[in-house]
């Protein structure tokens, strides 16, 4: 008998066994553009809202993170310039991503404190209770099952650790909406087409975020998986939002 059990690729359905599968294909192709085409996806703020994510968690010395779907190694290098001292885990379904992060100057500076791994949000290859902080930016949207990565965050988790999840969202205004969808579906992929050579990419990402859930359902999710505490706060009106839980 045969699992068919469907998802979102994308505004495409297909099979849960396929979107792993082609989401490695979208990041493999843009890997070495990866940090441009998120100044091009957020018109350059993506860096603030990164910045304003590691304000909301002020880092401690000391601290272990696991960073999901962290590629080229962005939050976990911040995270370690706020720490002070710590050690980050860069978790990525795609090898090549994880290949561009290397390569960046921080990496070299940090290396003592950097473990780079190629794994699955839905099947973290670690033992319970290990990390202090997880967090997953522009990740989760791309998981087949992001409940599934929520539990798996929660497992992870020491008891008061903390989850954070940094994401495109919904705007509250239905006409700011359509005018931000206007903006996304005719021009993104555009771009990305001028800026690495390939629109289908940008097209899938552009579709992936308005399949997400917005900030209340998401919400639920992070409280179903156990956590409490649990809220958000919108970014530049809800272009992005910021979800933040406890382990206790």
């Known amino acids: 008998m045969t699992d068919d059990k469907t998802?979102?690729?994308?505004?495409?359905?297909?099979?849960?066994?396929?979107?792993?599968?082609?989401?490695?294909?979208?990041?493999?192709?843009v890997a070495s553009k990866y940090d441009v085409m998120n100044?091009?996806?957020?018109?350059?703020i993506h860096r603030i809202w990164k910045d304003a994510m590691m304000d909301w968690l002020a880092p401690r010395p000391?601290?272990?993170?696991?960073?999901?779907?962290?590629?080229?190694?962005?939050?976990?290098?911040?995270?370690?310039?706020?720490?002070?001292?710590?050690?980050?885990?860069?978790?990525?379904?795609?090898?090549?991503?994880?290949?561009e992060g290397r390569k960046r100057a921080e990496a070299d500076n940090m290396s003592d404190n950097l473990d780079w791994v190629v794994g699955d949000a839905m099947?973290?290859?670690?033992e319970d209770n290990t990390f202090d902080v997880y967090t997953i930016s522009f990740g989760i949207r791309n998981v087949t099952r992001p409940q599934e990565a929520l539990n798996e965050a929660f497992r992870v988790?020491?008891?008061?650790?903390?989850?954070?999840?940094?994401?495109?969202?919904?705007?509250?205004?239905?006409m700011m909406q359509a005018a931000y969808d206007a903006y996304s579906f005719n021009v993104i992929p555009k771009m990305g087409k001028l800026i690495a050579n390939d629109s289908e990419s940008y097209q899938y990402l552009v579709e992936s975020i308005r399949n997400f859930p917005d900030q209340e359902t998401f919400l639920g999710m992070v409280r179903a998986a156990g956590f409490e505490n649990a809220k958000y706060r919108n970014m530049t009106l809800g272009v992005a939002a910021l979800h933040s839980g406890w382990k206790l």
């Open 123 to 126: 099947a973290l290859p670690f």
């Open 157 to 174: 988790l020491r008891p008061g650790g903390r989850l954070m999840v940094l994401e495109f969202s919904q705007l509250p205004n239905p």
């Open 39 to 44: 100044d091009v996806m957020s018109v350059g």
């Open 62 to 99: 000391g601290q272990k993170l696991l960073d999901v779907a962290g590629g080229t190694g962005d939050i976990s290098f911040r995270f370690l310039k706020r720490a002070g001292s710590g050690h980050a885990t860069v978790l990525d379904l795609t090898g090549p991503m994880l290949v």
């Open 7 to 29: 998802t979102h690729f994308g505004f495409e359905t297909v099979r849960e066994e396929e979107k792993a599968g082609r989401v490695q294909g979208v990041f493999s192709s």
